[in-house]
T-cell receptor, first 113, second 113 residues
Framework: AQSVTQLGSHVSVSEGALVLLRCNYSSSVPPYLFWYVQYPNQGLQLLLKYTSAATLVKGINGFEAEFKKSETSFHLTKPSAHMSDAAEYFCAVSGAAGNKLTFGGGTRVLVKP | EAGVAQSPRYKIIEKRQSVAFWCNPISGHATLYWYQQILGQGPKLLIQFQNNGVVDDSQLPKDRFSAERLKGVDSTLKIQPAKLEDSAVYLC???????????FGPGTRLTVL
């Protein structure tokens, strides 16, 4: 069985400040890990994914995430927040055999000017 | 390239009524998914198709939910009869293959009164 926990359902950051979204996972097999972004009234868009290659994964829009097996974590960061980053972010995990995604509860990001 | 299309975008019904949602995946995508996203939660997989066959429907409430993907292209998801707790956004996603990146449609927001 797999599960994902996202710490903090809401995060508020100032424009230009670091964005840090936390994700911890549980998986009985080597995991595939994903971060998705959802803008209001839109579907989910893939930001980045970890598939057992490099542990530091770079994604779109300046986001990156680091896979830490010892901490079972896959936290998402962006050095400098933009107003356009205001959205909801979901971490997800799937098993190595396929792509059945299990999502976390999501973190809504508010960017203050 | 056209994305995943869903209709309707919004639907309001009364409990015990029936409702159907339609999804047109990206052309050539063999795998199709339906997710339920309740407000404040991450998406939950309801059913996964590979072409016109069901791969996983373990989380589909089969007493009231049904889905089909005739001819391996478009898909419909039906709820009959609807309950208050079915109020959610229903997301459709498709991928080229079982282990491919999932592309999400904009969703159908269902409100059951």
């Amino acid at each position: 069985a797999q599960s994902v926990t996202q710490l903090g359902s809401h995060v508020s950051v100032s424009e230009g400040a670091l964005v840090l979204l936390r994700c911890n996972y549980s998986s009985s097999v080597p995991p595939y890990l994903f971060w998705y972004v959802q803008y209001p009234n839109q579907g989910l868009q893939l930001l980045l994914k970890y598939t057992s290659a490099a542990t530091l994964v770079k994604g779109i829009n300046g986001f990156e995430a680091e896979f830490k097996k010892s901490e079972t974590s896959f936290h998402l960061t962006k050095p400098s927040a933009h107003m356009s980053d205001a959205a909801e972010y979901f971490c997800a995990v799937s098993g190595a055999a396929g792509n059945k995604l299990t999502f976390g509860g999501g973190t809504r990001v508010l960017v203050k000017p | 390239e056209a994305g995943v299309a869903q209709s309707p975008r919004y639907k309001i019904i009364e409990k015990r009524q029936s409702v159907a949602f339609w999804c047109n995946p990206i052309s050539g995508h063999a795998t199709l998914y339906w997710y339920q996203q309740i407000l404040g939660q991450g998406p939950k997989l309801l059913i996964q198709f590979q072409n016109n066959g069901v791969v996983d429907d373990s989380q589909l409430p089969k007493d009231r939910f049904s889905a089909e993907r005739l001819k391996g292209v478009d898909s419909t998801l039906k709820i009959q009869p609807a309950k208050l707790e079915d109020s959610a956004v229903y997301l459709c996603a498709s991928s080229l293959a079982l282990d491919g990146e999932q592309f999400f449609g904009p969703g159908t927001r269902l409100t059951v009164l």
